[in-house]
């Protein structure tokens, strides 16, 4: 259907005032309150609970432990989704299946779940500690926490790429002359690389903002191992509204950004797969 | 040889979707895979190319055995349907991907990438991307992507499968010229019967995995051997005809129409004859047919204005000397198709309704021995039973054939009368019961020289096992096979029974005969078959393999009709599965001969 | 161009390919298998084995006991009562914005897509936030709110507020490029023939997307009734009032009844897993994400 093109189809008055109107009672009304109170503080205030040493440490985890948990979820997940995608073996199906569970499980029982089996007393916890790795309590356990709630978005942006687009392509660049690597390199992951870059930025924002699953496993050390996101529930239960809403304010950016990136990502991602002609 | 391929399967799930392909193609040559959807044809492609592994068989190219050797080293260019061009590459990227593979250096690369480019018409599209070409662009980008590497054999996938009319007419010329420059060897896979006309050296033509015949567009056209090679290339009539001494005769009126490959015999015996519908001619009456034999008469049905050509569809007469079409046409009325051009329509305009002299200027006789089915029976109820049975309606339809149906009432009693019944045309089928002998030995007696008997319920078989009494009824006996074959999804062995105590020398001789029954299968009919020695009283050893597993058929040879009462006897007693009996006395055998 | 399940290019194809199984590509093979199995054993299947084990470490009878106790009972309650309201609210939305968004063009489009898309991307703790500071003592609303004696934040509205947003976008996502794709051909055939616009919706538009409503009905579901970080900054966590399912989790693990707290972890993972299951009977239905 083509701009101005007029339909017999109705209710578009109907659907479009009610989509509009409980977007804006539920979505943008309270976004707009975020947003006037963080720009109606004074800016010093503002400051100081951007900038605090505290919120800067808590920065570095949230930000950083994200983007390696992205970054681990990045390689696992090509390594599932290839898996997936390519091998027949027993199990594929409730693997495929349990992909998503992440997802379906709610945040809490993974962050209890997770602790009990990283702990230093936990079922793999156990075998870690012997080693000298302690992932509970720790930033170690944080990015754990990031990557399994990251995971299944990894997982099934790459999967669906792998599974459809490319299988003639490889079959021309293999009756080109190609070996399975010159292919692998040269043809499968520049296809799929938007797809891949869209699981990964997924994955970052999910990371970025989770918290019932890294409360629980990362022992909550002012400094060390908080995460934003944590600092704001402290603020809040201070009753600092303003200092909870400039960090708020911070977060909503970030995730602004992404969202941003994501959809350049995609229209990057279809730009190229556009044939004329057809 | 360019490509040679031997006895190729390959099975999903068990099913075979490429049935013991053997071909040759030579230097050269642009060879054409013609087939409907599911007949095996793009996976044939992929095999060749090294895309689809092989369950039996071996490929060579250029007299090298490729059949293990990786797709990638095998030297081939592959063309493939959605062009499948690697979209973050430009024009210049694609073309050079399998030079850069081979570390050709740079300069060489661009001089090579600018030679395909002027070989395919694009030149100065060098830093296009995919995305920004049209479809028949593309698929011109891949051609000279396939090329780059200098393959010893091009093979395209359907290449004009998502272009529209326009853009596929230039990109065929471009195709078939650069294929002519550069001499390549090419095989081309399709299911338009006009593309493959446009196109090819030669076509192979393929059904349900089989490859069923190969040649010249010209001579496939004019000469097909099988029913569906005759109705898939172009619209054909096929007429049931009577071949006698002096060839086909249509009605009763008209002897001596000239038909090339008919000779002499001594009886008439129904066969199966291709009328084109540009060699049906019509007229007023039956002298003012210019240059044709007479065919009937026929009242027009309806006539569709094509343009160059005009269509017209004629409902033939039916008196009891009319001759007959074999098969209903897509809308289940039996009628006969004629093409005409401008000047025959100026000539003689026609209209619907009216009645009109139908002539054949030229018609070729299919040498199947299987032409049509004539249903034999008591009473009329069984009669109808039988024609119903869903085995018959199968092959019938598969073989666009047509179920006749003929009461005698003398069948099925334990002594038929002697007296002689009108001549039955065809392949006569009658009921399995305990004295089906009899039934059997009386209607060969009248001349009929197929028999088919079938029992009440009786699967489509997945197993042909063939035999025959005597060498002298192995030709007919492998050509009836032959038929059957083409129109079930069967494999087919041949069974050769010796007596328990058989001499070292003798059991030679039989192994060659088995060997001898394979080659014919193959040279004579293009057709595999397996073959088993056992030993043992012929009767009872064919019964046991028959009973080994459901869903066999067995067809028979035989030379006299006292063989069904001596040596057959206990298999045609109540038989439980489908049983073709295939007589032929020695005269008769010089006649099947000619027709081949 | 083959018969029915013989797909050029399948797996079976590609595995018997000539050239394919050599010991190298095997060992590859087996070591990325071996490699996305141990991954997952790791991240998911132990999770989840040791809530049940903990769970019933102490017996199926201490197992029981757990969800005697009138707090957990009442976490339960709330938690239904929620999704009760918030999964159809969220439905009727969804379907009005596909409807809208698939069948006309406007301007602003794209727009709409993103904003709807929004609370996925925001960090649930940020949701609970706008609420707080909305219809908290010091929010917007605040003072009005509790002259006139309505409490949002800290009851049982501001948990449902805060639930339907995190879930707002899960329907209309699932919809949107399902009905996109479908097209309105049928609709506006139905339309010329006479029907009205609500048997229209209800005989043809809605047994088309019957699946892709359900699978996001299932998400939609599975979210509201495991939702933790924006439900536990505007409940105020009084036990036995506001708290819901993940948030009594919480309130036990941290009064180290882990019994208790796995109990109910254990209530919410098979939750979890039937949403699983209910999603790949969706996708075998025939409903496919894209």
Redesign the interface.
């Known amino acids: ?5 007029p ?6 008055g ?3 005032g ?3 109107f ?2 804006s009672a ?6 707009a ?2 947003a006037l ?1 963080a720009a109606s503080t004074p800016l010093h205030q503002l400051l100081d609970a951007v900038a605090s040493p505290r919120a800067l440490a808590s920065y570095q985890l949230s930000f950083g432990g994200a983007l390696l948990a992205a970054c681990i979820n990045l390689v ?1 997940g090509f ?2 989704a ?3 995608a ?4 027993p ?1 594929r199906k409730l ?1 495929d ?14 962050g ?3 602790t ?2 990283f702990a230093n007393n ?3 916890g156990r075998y870690l500690d012997m080693v000298g790795i302690h992932v509970a309590y720790t930033r170690l356990g944080v990015i ?1 926490a990031m ?2 709630i990251g ?1 299944p978005f990894a997982v099934r942006t790459v999967q ?1 790429a792998l599974l459809e687009v490319q ?2 392509l490889e ?1 021309a660049a293999e009756t080109l002359g190609a070996g ?1 690597w010159y292919v692998f390199r040269r043809v499968i992951v520049p296809a799929v690389l938007p797809a891949m870059l869209t699981g990964f930025t997924l994955a970052f ?1 999910r990371a ?5 699953s890294i409360i ?1 496993i990362s022992g909550n050390l002012p400094m060390k191992t908080e995460i934003t ?2 600092l ?2 402290i603020h ?1 239960e201070e ?1 600092d ?1 303003r200092g ?2 400039a960090l ?1 304010f911070v ?2 950016a970030a ?2 950004v ?2 941003l990136t994501i ?1 350049l990502l995609q229209a990057w991602g279809r730009d190229r797969m556009v044939r004329r002609g057809q | 040889m360019s490509i040679s391929l031997d006895q190729l399967t390959k099975r ?2 068990g ?1 075979p ?1 490429v049935n013991d392909v053997s071909l040759e193609i030579g230097d050269g040559e642009f060879f054409v895979l013609l087939g409907p ?7 044939l492609l ?1 095999s060749i190319a ?5 369950d039996h068989g071996r490929i060579a190219l250029h007299g090298r055995d ?8 095998r030297g081939v260019g592959l063309v493939f349907q959605n062009y499948a061009l690697f979209q973050h590459m430009t024009v210049a990227e694609n073309i050079e991907f399998a030079l850069r593979v081979r570390r050709v250096r740079a300069a060489e690369r661009r001089r090579r990438r600018q030679e395909l480019l002027r070989l395919v018409a694009l030149e100065g599209m060098d830093e296009r991307l995919p995305a920004q070409l049209s479809g028949g662009q593309q698929q011109r980008v891949a051609v000279a992507r396939a090329l780059a590497h200098k393959p010893e054999v091009l093979l395209l ?2 290449p004009f499968g998502a272009l529209d009319a326009k853009i596929r007419e230039g990109l065929r010329r471009t195709i078939r010229e650069v294929q002519r420059e550069l001499g390549i060897t090419t095989v081309l ?1 399709t ?1 338009d019967q006009e593309e493959a006309f446009a196109m090819a050296d030669k076509i192979g033509v393929m059904n349900l995995g089989r490859l069923l015949e190969t040649g010249k567009p010209q001579d496939l056209y004019t000469r097909p051997a099988t029913r569906f090679v005759a109705t898939f290339l172009g619209a054909a009539n096929l007429i049931l005809a009577r071949q006698g001494t002096n060839g086909p005769r249509w009605g009763a009126r008209s002897p001596g129409l000239h038909c090339p490959g008919a000779a002499g015999g001594a009886r008439e015996r129904e066969v199966v004859a291709v009328v084109r519908p540009e060699e049906v001619e019509i007229a007023r009456s039956h002298e003012e047919l210019f240059s044709s034999d007479y065919l009937g008469h026929g009242v027009v049905e309806d006539v569709l204005f094509t343009g160059a050509l005009e269509r017209a569809r004629i409902r033939l007469d039916e008196a009891p000397d009319a001759p007959i079409l074999a098969h209903a046409n897509a809308d289940g009325a039996i009628l006969l198709e004629a093409t005409r051009a401008q000047f025959e329509q100026r000539a003689f305009a026609i209209s619907p309704g009216q009645d009109v002299a139908i002539g054949v200027r030229r018609a070729h006789v299919l040498p199947t021995p299987l032409s049509s089915f004539t249903v034999c029976g008591s009473n009329p109820s069984a009669v109808e039973r039988l024609a119903g049975h869903p085995l018959l309606l199968d092959l019938s339809s598969r073989m666009k054939t047509r179920i006749r149906r003929y009461l005698e009432p003398t069948l099925g009693g334990s002594a038929p009368s002697r007296e002689s019944a009108a001549a039955l045309p065809g392949t006569t089928v009658i009921a399995a019961h305990r004295n089906v002998a009899s039934d059997a030995m009386w209607l060969l007696e009248q001349g009929v020289e197929e028999v088919l008997i079938l029992p009440e319920h009786a699967p489509s078989p997945q197993r042909v096992l063939i035999h025959w009494m005597d060498e002298s009824a192995r030709r007919a006996t492998l050509a009836a096979s032959a038929s059957v074959l083409r129109h079930v999804a069967a494999e087919a062995i041949y069974v050769d029974v010796l007596p328990e105590r058989t001499a070292a020398t003798e059991r030679s001789f039989g192994i060659r005969d088995l060997l001898d029954a394979r080659s014919e299968a193959r040279v004579a009919h293009g057709l595999e078959i397996r073959t088993e020695l056992r030993f043992g009283v012929l009767a009872q050893a064919l019964t046991e393999q028959l009973d080994e597993s459901p869903g066999h058929m067995l067809i028979i040879g035989i030379t006299s009709a006292s063989q069904l009462t001596a040596e057959l006897a206990a298999l045609l007693t109540n038989p439980r599965w489908p049983l073709l009996l295939v007589h032929r006395g020695c005269e008769a055998l010089a006649h099947s001969r000619s027709a081949a | ?3 029915a ?2 797909q ?2 399948s ?10 199984e050599t010991l190298l ?1 095997a060992l590859g ?1 087996r070591s ?2 071996g ?3 141990g ?2 054993a ?10 049940f084990a ?1 769970a019933f470490r102490n017996g199926f009878q201490v197992y029981l006991q757990a969800f005697a106790d009138p707090d957990t009972q009442a976490a339960i309650r709330l938690t239904l009562l929620t999704a009760l309201v918030v999964v159809p609210v969220n439905t009727v ?1 969804g379907l ?2 596909a ?3 698939a ?4 301007r602003g489009k794209s727009l ?1 897509i ?6 996925i ?6 949701s609970g ?6 219809f ?5 609303f605040g003072a009005w709110l509790a002259a006139n004696g309505i409490s949002i934040v800290f009851a049982i509205p501001g948990i449902m ?1 805060a639930t ?2 995190v879930t ?1 976008p899960y329907v209309a996502r699932e919809l949107i490029p399902l009905m996109q794709q479908l097209g ?1 051909d049928e ?2 055939a139905a ?2 023939l006479g029907a009205g ?1 609500w048997m ?2 209800f005989r043809v538009t809605l047994p088309k997307i019957r699946w892709g409503l359900l699978y996001g009905v299932i ?1 939609c579901n ?1 979210r509201a ?5 924006a439900v ?2 505007v409940s105020g966590h009084i036990r036995g009032l506001t708290n819901t ?3 009594a ?2 309130a036990l ?1 941290n009064d180290y009844d882990f019994t208790g ?2 109990a109910v ?1 254990s209530l ?2 098979l ?3 039937a ?3 209910l ?2 009977l969706v996708e075998r239905a025939g409903y496919r994400r ?1």
């Open positions: 259907m083509r701009e101005g093109q339909t017999v189809l109705p209710g578009f109907l659907t479009l009610f989509t509009t409980f977007l539920v979505v943008l009304l309270p976004l309150a975020l109170l696992f390594i599932i290839w898996t997936l390519r091998y027949e073996f199990g693997m299946a349990m992909i998503d569970l992440p997802f379906a499980l709610p945040t809490a029982v993974s209890i779940a997770l009990a089996v936990g079922w793999l754990l990557t399994l995971m669906p299988r003639d079959d399975r924002a970025l903002g989770e918290y019932g629980f996101p944590l704001i529930v809040l009753f509204y909870a809403a708020g977060m909503l995730s602004f992404i969202l959809n | 999903y799930q099913v979707v959807s599911g007949s095996g044809k793009s996976t992929r090294g895309l689809s592994g092989l490729v059949t293990h050797v990786a797709a990638r080293k996938d359907e896979v299911h | 161009m083959t018969a399940g013989a050029p290019g797996l079976d194809e590609l595995a018997t390919r000539p050239g394919r590509a093979r990325l298998i490699i996305s199995v991954f997952l790791a991240l998911l299947l132990a999770p989840v084995a040791v809530v903990t939305f009005a914005a409807w809208a968004i069948k006309f063009e406007f709409l993103t904003l709807i898309d929004l609370p991307a925001i960090s649930p703790v940020i936030l706008l609420f707080v500071l909305l908290g003592m010091r929010g917007w507020l339907l947003f707002f309105n609709e506006e339309i010329t616009a229209t919706f998400l599975a009734m495991g939702e933790f970080g536990s900054v399912m993940p948030l989790i919480e693990y707290a796995f972890a919410l993972t939750l979890a897993v949403t699983l299951v999603k790949s894209r």
